[in-house]
């Protein structure tokens, strides 16, 4: 079957854009969610979402912030983007988003701000 | 909140060395799960453990959980150019639907 997909795979944007990235999780999958990677910071969770509904999010400004819709698939929003905002951002899909269904990663979205 | 420390941070070894890797807890795991995640891919699960004292092998990768569960270990025997990438483990989900991940080890094995 399909793996999780996010597109763009890279984007560069400037200082003060804004950027939109999407993720369509394997078919079937409920839960959605989204990781920023930076060297210094590692995987750092910013939200969830099952069933259209946000169930947690995490402490990032709310510049961050994601949708879902109602097939599942899922975008998330940065906007007036920083220089440190230049990371690697993960989506993760699942059955259900508890610890009893394995979470499948795309291969990430390279968000570089200059 | 919870912190996953691993060590070492990074790791070069050479073609056929053994290696061990660790994941250390503030608190205590309802389980635990290693990643390995290769450049420019996402992380892919290896293993989950769930009970203190348990070990899971797979091929050549061994996989420890502590008594206590609080920690745990990854040992690759005579490690493969193919092994080299980002180790991490993690706190999956329990109520919060949040991952927590561990602060990694990169290895890279030479051949």
């Known amino acids: 079957k399909a793996g999780v997909t996010q597109t763009p795979r890279y984007l560069i944007k400037t200082r003060g854009q804004q950027v939109t990235l999407s993720c369509s999780p394997i078919?079937?999958?409920?839960?959605v969610s989204w990781y920023q990677q930076t060297p210094g910071q590692g995987l750092q969770f910013l939200f969830e979402y099952f069933s259209e509904t946000q169930r947690n999010k995490g402490n990032f400004p709310g510049r961050f912030s994601g949708r879902q819709f109602s097939n599942s698939r899922s975008e998330m929003n940065v906007s007036t983007l920083e220089l440190g905002d230049s990371a690697l951002y993960l989506c993760?899909?699942?059955?259900?988003?508890?610890?009893?269904?394995?979470?499948?990663f795309g291969q990430g979205t390279r968000l570089t701000v200059v | 909140t919870q912190l996953l420390e691993q060590s070492p941070q990074f790791l070069s070894i050479q073609e056929g060395e053994n290696l061990t890797v660790y994941c250390n807890s503030s608190?205590?795991?309802?389980?635990l799960q290693w990643y390995r995640q290769e450049p420019g891919e996402g992380p892919v699960l290896l293993v989950t453990?769930?009970?203190?004292?348990e070990v899971k092998k797979l091929k050549r990768l061994t996989f420890q959980f502590g008594d206590a569960r609080k920690d745990s270990s990854l040992h690759i025997t005579a490690a493969q150019p193919g092994d080299t990438g980002l180790y991490l483990c993690?706190?999956?989900?329990?109520?919060?639907?949040?991952?927590?991940f561990g602060t990694g080890t990169r290895l890279k094995v030479l051949a």
């Open positions: 453990v769930v009970t203190g004292g």
């Open positions: 608190s205590v795991f309802s389980s």
């Open positions: 993690a706190d999956p989900p329990s109520g919060t639907y949040k991952y927590i």
């Open positions: 993760a899909s699942s059955l259900y988003g508890d610890p009893d269904t394995e979470a499948f």
């Open positions: 078919s079937g999958h409920r839960s």
